[in-house]
């Protein structure tokens, strides 16, 4: 039953994916349009992945920290109760508490959410307006992005292994799936959020484009009947 299960599940991942892959064809190509926007996040990039190597003392414990931060953020959305929260410079722990549907998520969280790239997203969609990012007024929390997105990029990198016991606990084929369709999810959002709107020419920010997504995704499952 089990198996079946996650059988199911993946399916409708994959399914999911293949319409992100679509919608995701004409984000990418509405981005080279408008790249000048994320000019200030590609120097945060940049700057975090020459001098990563150069912050050990503090990073492998941000690492850390960033994972079992996010376990928990997902398991207040679920409203899972958290009963204890742990993260030392080479290990973490916390346990929560809640119905069996958000395990999933809040276990595989920490290798596809770039939480701390939405915790300035979201700082940055409540002040963000048209003329601000036309003038690059806001190029330090642009920067500030780009930080955070190559901060995770090497988190990811380090902590996604079959090793992990978030990941081996559910079948690997149906965790790794989960976790690049997601990671594709979160990459299509972040380009989204400094994209125009058709209508108004103010940036989409967070939740225009979340929303931008579930329509078109929506709507292309309608047409398909």
Known sequence: MRNLWFTITTVLLVGFGIFLVYEGW???LKFFDTI??????????????VFHHFVKKNR?????????????VVALLCLREITSF???????????RGGKWSQTFVSLAPYCLPVFTYIILLLWSLVATRSLVATGTLFALDIVVGVTIAFHFF????QTGIYQTDINQFPIWFSYIYIWV?????FLVLLLCYMPDCATGHPL???????YL???IWKDIIGLF
């Open 26 to 28: 004409y984000v990418v």
């Open 155 to 158: 988190c990811f990198k380090s």
């Open 182 to 186: 997601f990671r594709f999810f979160n």
């Open 86 to 96: 742990q993260a030392n410079k080479h290990d973490g722990v916390i346990w929560t």
């Open 60 to 72: 492998d414990f941000l690492e850390t920290f960033s994972h079992e931060l996010t376990h928990g």
């Open 214 to 216: 579930i329509t078109h």
């Open 205 to 211: 920010k967070i939740w225009g484009a979340f929303w």
């Open 36 to 49: 000048y926007h994320y000019t200030w996040i590609c120097v945060g990039i940049v700057g975090y992945s």
